[in-house]
């Protein structure tokens, strides 16, 4: 985004600023840098808020990532489960028609 265009937004709507989701936990952390320079903590409570709110997020999607690491380790050891599986019956076909012929 332009500066220019960034900065007519936060003079035209500066309590909005603070409160847009999507937003990366280090531009948050800019902001509260900027916060400490100016001395201004009024919205230093949202910029918390939302810092928690990120760092949940990122907790979820590395515990989601795992369990997706997790089923895909269980699928490789079930397929390799399934073709032994298959191995033995074909065997076991193969006996069985000796067997009758």
């Known amino acids: 985004m332009n500066n220019e265009v960034q900065k007519r937004i936060d003079d035209e709507l500066p309590e909005q600023r603070y409160i847009y989701p ?37 907790e979820s999607a590395i515990d989601m990532n795992k369990s997706i690491i997790a089923l895909h380790n269980e699928i490789h050891e079930l397929k390799q489960i399934r073709k032994k599986l298959r191995e033995e019956c074909e065997q076991l076909i193969k006996e069985s028609q000796e067997l009758k012929g």
């Open 22 to 58: 999507g937003r990366l936990l280090c531009t948050i952390l800019d902001e509260m840098r900027e916060l400490l320079k100016t001395l201004n903590f009024a919205p230093m409570l949202s910029l918390i808020e939302e810092v928690q709110v990120v760092a949940n997020r990122m």
